[in-house]
């Protein structure tokens, strides 16, 4: 929740680092949301009036990105845009600047969260009692033990001697 309202108050810097102090995983299996952030960065520095940062930024940051993945060049391109137009408000990539584009960064942020933590939290015990029933399986052949009879009330079988 932090790292989206970060984003939705033009942090990104923040939001960066708060996702990775929440799972470091989700940018590095996830290039297209680490490039909108990155995007949403140079919105801001170009929102802000930061022009030669902004450039600098761009070709150090995003340019090797764009050249790797030919959507995001055309991301870039349409961002840079921005640069051209000294009036925002008349110009065809302005909605750019709009919050409706922090707030699509802010909810890709937040799926992306939510998904990781989700495959975290995967139920483990389905997978416990199908390792169970495969144990005693594998144990009735070689020893007598006290085999689990009914796996919802635990029952326990006294082994045949």
Known sequence: MAAKKAVQCGNVEDAIEKVN???????DTNPQL????QQQRLIELIRNGKVNEALQ???EE???RGEEDH?????LERTIALL????????PVGDLLDISQ???TASEVNAAILTSQSHEKDPKLPSLLKMLLWAQNQLDEK???PRIKNLSTAMLEDPAV
């Open 57 to 59: 930024f761009a070709q």
């Open 71 to 75: 959507s995001f060049l055309e991301e």
């Open 84 to 91: 051209a137009f000294e009036d925002v408000s008349n110009c």
């Open 102 to 104: 922090r707030l699509k």
């Open 62 to 64: 995003l340019a090797p």
């Open 34 to 37: 680490f490039f909108h952030l």
């Open 21 to 27: 102090d929440l799972n470091p995983e989700i940018l």
């Open 143 to 145: 020893a007598a033990y």
